[in-house]
């Protein structure tokens, strides 16, 4: 899973790794192409047991410090300090935004806060996360279509979303359905974007 050898590139979406409920399946897929590497401090020892190469390292100065010396084998490195109220996720894409980054794929536990914060830089960068056992896509548009397979589970954030594949999904939650027929499910937003979430 190492990507040693492989030139990174800004157009490929970045890896950021605050939380650690990926599988490696999932972490190899994303690896292949050799995307930049940034973990949260307390993820580095993890994120090493899977072979990866880290390009960039947040956390606070003091934690930044005590690992410099475990981490000389992985150098070049860089190294970001934060405060401890400061969100990693938003830390890792103000740096990739700054390096001028398109997109990225973030391991971290949603909340509609941080949700909320990172739909302000939506119109710059590309963001796609993955919580514990759904992955989160930002839809752009007020209509989505996708193609899905049966058993398939898909949830939003708010309440004004409209299925317009009805027969193709049955609602089981708030704000959840479970397609009942393989197919092309069009959804439809009163708002221009909304998140869409697909089990993993």
């Known amino acids: 899973m190492s990507s040693h050898h492989i030139v990174r590139d800004e157009q490929e979406p970045a890896l950021v790794l605050?939380?650690?409920?990926?599988?490696?399946?999932?972490?190899?897929?994303?690896?292949?192409?050799?995307?930049?590497?940034?973990?949260?401090?307390?993820?580095?020892?993890?994120v090493i047991e899977e072979g990866c190469k880290?390009?960039?390292?947040?956390?606070?100065?003091?934690?930044?410090?005590?690992?410099?010396?475990?981490l000389l084998y992985q150098e070049p490195i860089k190294y970001l300090s934060k405060q401890k109220e400061e969100d990693t996720a938003l830390k890792a894409i103000?740096?990739?935004?700054?390096?001028?980054?398109?997109?990225?794929?973030?391991?971290?536990?949603?909340?509609d806060q941080l949700l909320q914060s990172i739909e302000i830089f939506l119109n710059r960068i590309d963001v796609v996360i993955f919580d514990e056992?759904?992955?989160?896509?930002?839809?752009?548009?007020?209509?989505?279509?996708?193609?899905?397979?049966?058993?398939?589970?898909?949830?939003?954030?708010?309440?004004?979303?409209?299925?317009?594949s009805e027969n193709n999904c049955v609602k089981i939650s708030d704000n959840t359905y479970q397609v009942i027929q393989e197919?092309?499910?069009?959804?439809?937003?009163?708002?221009?974007?909304?998140?869409?979430?697909?089990?993993?």
């Not at 939380?19 to 930049?36: A, R, Y």
């Not at 880290?54 to 475990?70: F, H, M, P, R």
């Open 54 to 70: 880290l390009d960039i390292v947040i956390g606070e100065e003091q934690d930044l410090a005590t690992s410099k010396d475990k």
């Open 18 to 46: 605050v939380e650690s409920h990926w599988n490696s399946e999932t972490l190899g897929s994303l690896l292949e192409w050799g995307p930049v590497v940034i973990v949260d401090i307390y993820l580095v020892d993890k």
């Open 183 to 200: 197919g092309l499910i069009e959804i439809q937003s009163d708002h221009n974007g909304f998140w869409l979430g697909e089990t993993i």
């Open 133 to 164: 056992h759904v992955k989160w896509i930002y839809c752009k548009k007020v209509v989505f279509k996708k193609w899905y397979a049966k058993n398939r589970i898909i949830q939003f954030r708010k309440e004004d979303i409209k299925i317009i």
């Open 94 to 111: 103000f740096y990739l935004l700054s390096a001028k980054h398109k997109a990225v794929n973030i391991f971290v536990s949603v909340s």
